[in-house]
T-cell receptor, first 113, second 111 residues
Framework: EPEVTQTPSHQVTQMGQEVILRCVPI?????FYWYRQILGQKVEFLVS????????KSEIFDDQFSVERPDGSNFTLKIRSTKLEDSAMYFC???????????FGSGTRLTVV | DQQVKQNSPSLSVQEGRISILNCDYT??????FLWYKKYPAEGPTFLIS?????DKNEDGRFTVFLNKSAKHLSLHIVPSQPGDSAVYFC??????????FGTGTRLTIIP
């Protein structure tokens, strides 16, 4: 069964450093998403991406965050200057159609120290 | 922001019996509802969804019921199996924009 692949599975970074979280969505999918889950809290929407542009973003997704689909297969989330409160599990997801259940990746655990 | 609530953090059910997971929402604009299952160290896995024009959707052992007047949905799993032990999240969206998730219910199936 096709899957969404995320790398790395765990990233530790120092506060103030830039991180890039990588995702390979399912190959024929058209809609791409990032969500995150801070330990003990809800899964929260960050951003959706379609047709090479952001279609929606949450208030969490401020100027420190950016997304890119640099080639036909990768979808990346960049955090420019990490803060302690960015520590969370980050999930990438993709879908073929707008309505329906997304396929989520296994997540990247980001720890900011 | 408590637009989607799962008031039971945990639920234990004997194998073979019915598991009923509940979810309440406050935003009347939600028109699409989903249930996801999550194992530790994995991403959420889509289980079943329902549009607001329906009140029931069934897929194998899983049935989702929607009561729009009560702003309540539930997931029924019957019969429950040990592999169903996981955290279950309900989620909702408006015109399939971003998903708003509940806090999850940990379901434990007792053999």
């Amino acid at each position: 069964e096709p899957e969404v692949t995320q790398t790395p599975s765990h990233q530790v970074t120092q506060m103030g450093q830039e991180v890039i979280l990588r995702c390979v969505p399912i190959s024929n999918h058209l809609y791409f998403y990032w969500y995150r889950q801070i330990l003990g809290q809800k899964v929260e929407f960050l951003v959706s991406f379609y047709n090479n542009e952001i279609s929606e973003k949450s208030e969490i997704f401020d100027d420190q965050f950016s997304v890119e689909r640099p080639d036909g297969s990768n979808f990346t989330l960049k955090i420019r200057s990490t803060k302690l409160e960015d520590s969370a599990m980050y999930f990438c997801a993709s879908s073929l159609i707008r309505q329906g259940g997304y396929t989520f990746g296994s997540g990247t655990r980001l720890t900011v120290v | 922001d408590q637009q989607v609530k799962q008031n039971s953090p945990s639920l234990s059910v004997q194998e073979g019996r019915i598991s009923i997971l509940n979810c309440d929402y406050t935003n009347s604009m939600f028109d699409y509802f989903l249930w996801y299952k999550k194992y530790p160290a994995e991403g959420p896995t889509f289980l079943i969804s329902i549009s607001s024009i329906k009140d029931k959707n069934e897929d194998g052992r899983f049935t989702v019921f929607l009561n729009k007047s009560a702003k309540h949905l539930s997931l029924h799993i019957v019969p429950s199996q040990p592999g169903d032990s996981a955290v279950y999240f309900c989620a909702a969206s408006v015109r399939n924009e971003k998903l708003t998730f509940g806090t999850g219910t940990r379901l434990t199936i007792i053999p």
